[in-house]
C-alpha cells in the first residue's frame, strides 16, 4: 500500500521504518532533515512537504506532539484536507484530544476523507520491536484497510469503536501509568529518605504488589540516573491536560489524575520539561534535598 508519514521523532521514526521494512511504499516528512534520513536510509522517500505526500497516497500517517500540530497538519492551508484525493484513509497515531479529533474527521468528511484515531502504547523500545499497543477509533472498513500497515508496526491492535474511543483508551490509560510512577516515585524516596538501600528496595518492591511499569520506569531512572528523554515530561503534561479536560466534560471527579498533573507541572517549572518523565522523581529528591540511587550516591552531598 502506498503510505504517507508525517513526524518522525521519537515514536513515529521507529513506527515509519517498520512500515517500510513491511515492504509498504512510505513516503515521509519531519520538519528535521536527521529524521527525514533515518526513514530514507531504510527505503523511505522523502516527500518534500505534507501537502505533497497527502496528494499521492492510499493512507496517510501522522505522529506529533500536541493537537495543535496535528490540527495544523490535519486542517491547515498546506494541510492534509486540501491536498488528499477524495477515498484517502487519514490515521493521527499521537495521543490527541477526542474533540480535536471529532473536529479534524467531520472537516475532512466533507473532502471525502476517513479520520481515524489511533494512539500508541508501549514507548520507543516497543515502537523499535513493533511489538506496541495500537487502539483504533472510527470507520471499521477503514480500520481493516490499514490493518496490514498496522500490523507492520504494532502487535495488539484493537478497533475501539466509534471515532475518538481510541484517544479515550489512550487518554485512560496514561493517567493510570503515571499515577502509577508518581506513586513509584513518593514511595522510593521516602524509603530512601528513612534510609534503606534503594538497590534493595527496588528489588522488593519489582517483586512485590507495588510493581507496575511506571513503578519500573522511575525506578530504572533513578538508580541509574538516565533521564534521557524517550518521552518527555512535556508529553506527559500534555496527555493529562487531556485527561483532564475529558473528566471536565463528563463532571467526573478525578482525585489522583489532578495531584499527578500538578507534579509534572512543578517539573516543568524546573525546567525539566525536556527531559525524560521520569525525571518527576527530581521534584521529590528537590523537596528532601536526598537523591534516590545506588547506594553510596544518594548522600544529601549528591542532591541535584
Ligand atoms: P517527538 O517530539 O519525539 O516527535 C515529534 C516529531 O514531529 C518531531 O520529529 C518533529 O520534528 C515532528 N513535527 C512536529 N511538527 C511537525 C510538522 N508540522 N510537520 C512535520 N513534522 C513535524 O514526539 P514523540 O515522543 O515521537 O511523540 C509523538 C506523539 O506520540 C505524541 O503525541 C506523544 O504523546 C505520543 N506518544 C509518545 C510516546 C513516547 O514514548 N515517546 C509513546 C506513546 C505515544
Known amino acids: 500500500m502506498k503510505v504517507g508519514f508525517i513526524g518522525l521523532g521519537h515514536m513515529g521514526g521507529p513506527m515509519c521504518r517498520n512500515i517500510i521494512k513491511g515492504g509498504h511504499e512510505v513516503l515521509v516528512h519531519d520538519l528535521s532533515d536527521a529524521a527525514v534520513r533515518a526513514c530514507v536510509a531504510v527505503g523511505g522517500t522523502a516527500g518534500g512537504s505534507v501537502a505533497n505526500i497527502a496528494g499521492q497516497v492510499e493512507v496517510v500517517m501522522t505522529s506529533l506532539p500536541m493537537p495543535r500540530d496535528v490540527e495544523a497538519v490535519a486542517l491547515g492551508p498546506d494541510g492534509i484536507g486540501e491536498h488528499a484525493k477524495p477515498g484517502t484513509i487519514y490515521v493521527d497515531l499521537s495521543t490527541n484530544s477526542p474533540a480535536v479529533m471529532k473536529k479534524i474527521a467531520a472537516r475532512l468528511a466533507d473532502k471525502d476523507i476517513v479520520t481515524l484515531d489511533g494512539p500508541v502504547s508501549g514507548g520507543v523500545v516497543g515502537a523499535e520491536k513493533a511489538t506496541i499497543a495500537i487502539m483504533v477509533g472510527g470507520d471499521k472498513g477503514a480500520f481493516d484497510t490499514c ?158
Do not use: W
Open 147 to 304: 490493518m496490514p500497515i498496522f500490523q507492520s508496526f504494532g502487535k495488539t491492535i484493537v478497533h475501539t469503536g466509534e471515532l475518538g474511543t481510541g484517544c479515550i483508551a489512550k487518554l485512560v490509560n496514561n493517567m493510570i501509568a503515571f499515577t502509577n510512577m508518581v506513586a513509584g516515585a513518593e514511595g522510593l524516596m521516602m524509603g530512601v529518605a528513612a534510609g534503606i538501600d534503594p538497590v534493595i528496595l527496588n528489588e522488593i518492591v519489582r517483586n512485590s504488589s507495588g510493581n507496575s511499569m511506571g513503578y519500573r520506569g522511575v525506578a530504572k531512572s533513578a538508580l541509574e540516573r538516565d533521564f534521557e528523554p524517550a518521552f518527555t515530561v512535556d508529553l506527559a503534561y500534555k496527555d493529562l491536560r487531556l485527561a483532564l479536560e475529558l473528566a471536565d466534560d463528563l463532571n467526573m471527579p478525578l482525585m489522583l489524575g489532578p495531584q499527578v498533573h500538578n507534579i509534572m507541572r512543578m517539573a516543568r517549572g524546573k525546567d525539566q520539561g525536556g527531559e525524560n518523565v521520569t525525571a518527576i522523581l527530581k521534584v521529590y529528591e528537590a523537596a528532601m534535598g536526598q537523591q534516590v540511587g545506588p547506594a553510596g550516591k544518594n548522600s544529601k552531598k549528591n542532591s541535584e
